[in-house]
């Protein structure tokens, strides 16, 4: 029995789509949807056309549809920033419960929770209490502020 081009053909677009389509199914992110639709198209074409025409054609369609449809999908999927206790935290002025030296943590208290307060490293000061300081940044489980002048904090 002879086996001709378009039999190979249409089993080789055949692998390839349900290759593509198994990884598109077992990956969390689009990465092969294009490819098995340009499989499929050449799948459907491949009975009628030369075999570069239906390598032109997987090309062109999985070049398109990745050109056409990816920022969209991107943008459906919601991949964007996800803020964290860090970025409610950072830049808010609050006051100071306890006093703060360079050897010493104090505590301040944001959102009726009370944290232990650290100076920035580079800070020799001594903050009293009941002064406004800002919160620099989050270091392990302890809140790093940094003073801020009476003129400032008014």
């Not at 053909?9 to 692998?15: E, G, K, Q, S, T």
């Not at 935290?89 to 232990?116: A, M, S």
């Amino acid at each position: 029995m002879l086996i001709n081009t378009i039999d190979i053909m249409l089993w080789i677009w055949l692998v390839i789509f349900v290759i593509t389509i198994i990884l598109e199914a077992v990956t969390q992110d689009f990465i092969s949807i294009w490819f098995s639709l340009g499989s499929l198209v050449a799948l459907i074409i491949c009975s009628w056309v030369d075999l570069w025409v239906e390598i032109i054609v997987f090309s062109v369609v999985s070049l398109v549809t990745l050109i056409l449809t990816r920022p969209f999908l991107k943008k459906l999927m919601g991949r964007g920033v996800r803020n964290t206790n860090v970025d409610e935290f950072v830049g808010k002025r609050v006051v100071l419960q306890h006093k703060i030296t360079k050897y010493e943590p104090g505590e301040i208290k944001v959102n009726g929770i009370e944290y232990t307060a650290i100076l920035l490293e580079d800070s020799n000061d001594t903050i009293e209490e009941g002064s406004v300081v800002e919160i620099v940044t989050l270091k392990g489980n302890k809140v790093v502020v940094k003073k801020i002048n009476d003129k400032e904090g008014e």
